[in-house]
């Protein structure tokens, strides 16, 4: 970690974000709008390089409106191979930079029938299906308790901030629990009817061990997904495919930009 933060430091002259940002799949350009210093993944000690397509693998700092900022320019996920330690510790980093507030985003399959494709769903609560847990192994107490609380890692103060800005833009966001698997193979019809019984609005293969770490380390927690498409089995649902992720979310960034940029000066 102190290598880490010393190279951080060193590139950005100890920039002291406030905010940080997670930019998922197809979202990353949000980051090139606004982007004063841009250090690459495979730069950082200790950091693991992004793989997948549409995610750029750079933290990037910025200010906007008036807020000090880092963003993820891209994620590491638990399907490519990487420990859920090893994927979350970039946002152990950014509790040690200074972050208070952080913001999840995600491309995700729209499990609800009502949901459409381009559709913003603020996440209201998450269903951990991924068969692992980021905090398993020794605790770090300067981060956090071994056994932390839960029931509201997705601040309703966060989602109010979130609506209101979104209601200034004309768009009307969708409110939802958010169903994590491991992936890297799309879920089965079956297994859709089956997050779908226990309460899910949208599925997808990230966000949540980001979520539980920030929880665990004191930050409050604001998650967007942006539904790229009808999981298998839902009404209207197609062939399964991550360029259809990439289109969709392309077609849906203009606002998604705009309500991240509102709900940044409001926080």
Known sequence: MEDT??????????????????????????????CDVAVSYAEIPNFIKSTVQGHKGRLVFAE???????????????????????????????????????ILTNAAGGVNPEFKPGDL??????????????????????????FPDMSEIYKKELIEIADTSAQKLGIKPQHGVYFASSGPSYETPA??????????????????????????????????????NAAAGVKGAQKLSH???????NAAKAGFKALLKEIISAV
């Open 243 to 249: 360029q259809e992720v990439i289109e969709t979310t």
């Open 191 to 228: 297994e859709i009817r089956m997050a779908r019984t226990l309460g899910a609005d949208a599925v997808g293969m990230s966000t949540v061990p980001e979520a539980i770490v920030a929880n665990y380390c004191g930050m409050k927690v604001l998650g967007i997904s942006c539904i790229s």
């Open 64 to 102: 906007i409106s008036g807020k000090k900022v880092v963003m993820m320019q891209g994620r590491n996920h638990f399907y490519e191979g990487h420990s859920m330690q090893e994927i979350t510790y970039p946002i152990k980093v950014m509790k040690k930079l200074g972050v208070k507030t952080l």
């Open 5 to 34: 933060l010393k190279y951080i430091n060193e590139k950005t002259a100890s920039f002291r974000p406030e905010i940080g940002v997670i930019l998922g799949s197809g979202l990353g350009e949000f980051a090139d709008e606004y």
């Open 121 to 146: 769903m603020l996440i209201t609560d998450h269903i951990n299906f991924m068969g692992s847990n980021p905090l398993i192994g020794p605790n770090d107490s300067q981060f956090g308790e071994r």
